[in-house]
């Protein structure tokens, strides 16, 4: 399969990568979230020789972000900057993706915008946009099974070539077993495609063929890592991510900042965070759903099968992230392709039909005004990222601090006590949401799970009381409450040393 690559072509890939470059630069200096540091404490480990599941469990997630993160440090050193400079370098070819889906279904305007549109929205700060959040990285392959799957599709091409798909699928699924919304709306088209060529004599063989291999594709890549670890004896621990998944799933105590904020399943939680940061953006893509399903009714069958693919990943995919009916914004993120393709397609296509029906100055005027909302509502929500970044850039000063400088300087002063307090065969154990201690200051868990949630998963709580944990940080009972046998056990053995930024900080006595 060759895609011509003219000249324009060239251009605009260079216009995206230099526009996700330059939105990303203020994300190199932001300390790594609470979940990307824990990735890099496993991914430094594997660096190290260790196993994944094996001495150190990553609790309910599939090894995908972990590899990746240590293909970062292979790259790029072990450094906070590695897992932030390889996600450029995902976000721009699934940047590519959506644009060449809108150009080569649509228009080169439809193209443009939809990816215009993905690089506002995945840097959007409210929306982890400044994070390396596996739902960054997964989006590339969840973009990558559309686009094969329609291409081939077009093309008619042999069902063997459908593997590739199932392939492709099947390394979304190893971020998570949640990322099968392109995969799912792939399954539902099939069924589509067979409805729409019923009169035709080999529609049942044809479909089912291409079924069969994308089916194939997703199992190999899974037996082969289910192999693999089954191989080295970690069979069990392996499988500990699924029973910890469905808990995790079930759980409304970790809905992170919504606290335990149930909306309405499945589609309010990510409805109410995508108001939150660009409701523009929303309202467009939703139009665009409209506007897709009602040109199918009267487009030809493999236009009509493109269109309602499209429409069908990004219902589910907005389904998918809102099944808990809560957590985290991050969530969200891998509805931000096929929501930034079908807003872009939307606004090309009421340009056309406002060309028709007015002057093509009064159809560029009401698209611009279009894209002139969501770029304006991109830079409201993140101009506290980009002015104290523009500001230090010039030598200039920032006093007011935001909240997310705030939250930097009080993870920083905490990794540094840990490391200037601790030496390196000391134990440390963190009972807070905020983990980056374990990373930033290369210190040791007592436990085998570094989530405090999962500290009864694999043995007695008691174990984080280990002779050689030597500090152990409490965070605010607002932030996660303490048990029983947490304050009995540092009542016992601890006192408190210090407080910093609400974070109690306990030593061990003697030591």
């Known amino acids: 399969m060759t895609i011509p690559f003219k000249k324009e072509n060239l251009f605009y890939f260079i ?13 190199f200096n932001m300390i790594l979230d609470t979940d990307s540091s824990v990735n890099a404490f496993f991914a430094r480990h594997m660096m190290q020789g260790e196993v994944l599941y094996d001495k150190y469990h990553p609790a309910h997630h599939l090894p995908g972000i972990y590899y990746t993160f240590l293909i970062a440090f292979s790259l790029f050193g072990d450094n906070p900057i590695a897992p932030k400079a390889l996600l450029i370098l995902f976000i721009i070819p699934t940047t590519w993706l959506v644009y060449w889906i809108g150009r080569e279904f649509f228009d080169q305007r439809a193209g443009i915008l939809g990816g215009f549109f993905y690089v506002l929205i995945t840097s959007q700060l409210t929306l982890s946009g400044m994070s390396a959040e596996m739902e960054h990285f997964a989006n590339f392959p969840l973009t990558a099974t559309m686009f094969l799957f329609i291409i081939l599709t077009k093309k008619n091409a042999p069902a063997i070539k459908f593997v590739w798909v199932g392939v492709v699928a099947a390394v979304s699924i190893l971020y998570k077993v949640t990322f099968v919304g392109s995969l799912a709306a792939v399954g539902f088209s099939l069924c589509i495609g067979v409805w729409l060529e019923r009169k035709q004599s080999d529609t049942i063989k044809k479909y089912f063929s291409r ?18 670890f089954a191989s080295l004896g970690l069979w069990g621990r392996f499988l500990l991510v699924f029973s910890f998944g469905f808990n995790y799933f079930g759980d409304t105590s970790l809905m992170g900042t919504m606290g335990d904020t149930l909306f309405p399943r499945p589609f309010g939680f990510p409805l109410f965070v995508m108001v939150m940061n660009n409701f523009a953006i929303l309202v467009f893509g939703l139009f665009g759903i409209f506007r897709l399903v009602r040109q199918a009714a009267s487009s030809d069958h493999h236009k009509k099968l493109v269109n309602l693919t499209l429409v069908l990943w990004l219902i589910i995919s907005f389904a998918l ?60 929500k993140n101009y506290e990222l980009y002015l104290p970044y523009l500001a230090k850039l010039s030598g200039q000063i920032s006093y007011e601090e935001t909240y997310d400088q705030f939250y930097q ?11 200037s307090h601790t030496a390196p065969d000391d134990f440390i154990y963190v009972w807070s949401t905020h983990l980056q201690h374990y990373y930033y200051a290369d210190r040791l868990p007592p436990i085998d799970i570094l989530w405090p949630e999962y500290v009864s998963a694999t043995g007695s709580p008691q174990r984080v009381f280990d002779p050689r944990t030597k500090y152990i940080f409490v965070d605010s009972e607002k932030i996660r409450e303490r048990p029983d046998w947490l304050i009995e056990g540092l009542e016992l053995n601890y006192h408190l040393e210090t407080i910093i930024y609400g974070q109690e900080i306990y030593r061990r006595n003697g030591s």
């Open 409 to 419: 300087r009080r993870q920083e002063i905490l990794n540094d006590y840990v490391k």
């Open 211 to 228: 079924f069969a291999a994308i089916t194939l594709g997703v199992i190999l890549p899974l037996v082969m890592v289910g192999g693999y």
């Open 321 to 380: 992230a809102g099944m808990r009916g809560g957590g985290f914004a991050h969530y969200i993120l891998v509805v931000c392709p096929p929501l930034a393709l079908i807003t872009g397609i939307e606004l090309s296509l009421a340009y056309e039909n406002w060309r028709q029906t007015s002057s093509h100055k009064q159809a560029t005027v009401g698209v611009t005004v279009m894209v002139f909302l969501v770029l304006a509502l991109y830079v409201w």
């Open 15 to 27: 216009v995206f990568a230099l526009l996700v470059i330059l939105l990303r630069l203020p994300s």
